[in-house]
């Protein structure tokens, strides 16, 4: 009984520890972002410290109609629904699609 007892007692506390924080989330891109970029040493450093110092950017207010498109699209958005809605237009659905979308978002 007393095993069963801290089995759960030790669950019920390693939950919470599976999420990540913001902070680890930040920490996460950061770490990415300077990988990418191929920096190492003092370099990787400084850019990991600036980034994690920085603060987020502002969440843009909520549109005022509920079908206004206020954000502008990056390009990856504007290409990914070009070929969305290509794809869509020829009907194609399962493995086709992806193969389809996969050779539009490629050129």
């Not at 913001?22 to 191929?38: F, I, S, V």
């Amino acid at each position: 009984m007393r095993r069963l007892i801290l089995l759960i007692a030790l669950a019920a506390l390693s939950v919470p520890a599976l999420a990540a924080t913001p902070q680890q989330e930040k920490m996460k891109t950061c770490n990415a972002e300077a990988k990418a970029k191929g920096l190492k040493g003092d370099a990787y450093k400084k850019f990991r410290d600036d980034c994690l110092k920085a603060k987020p950017a502002e969440a843009a207010p909520a549109p005022a109609a509920a079908g206004a498109d206020t954000k502008k699209l990056t390009p990856q958005q504007e290409k990914m629904k070009s070929c969305n809605s290509l794809a869509a237009s020829q009907g194609l659905s399962g493995d086709a699609r992806k193969k389809f979308m996969s050779s539009c978002l490629k050129g």
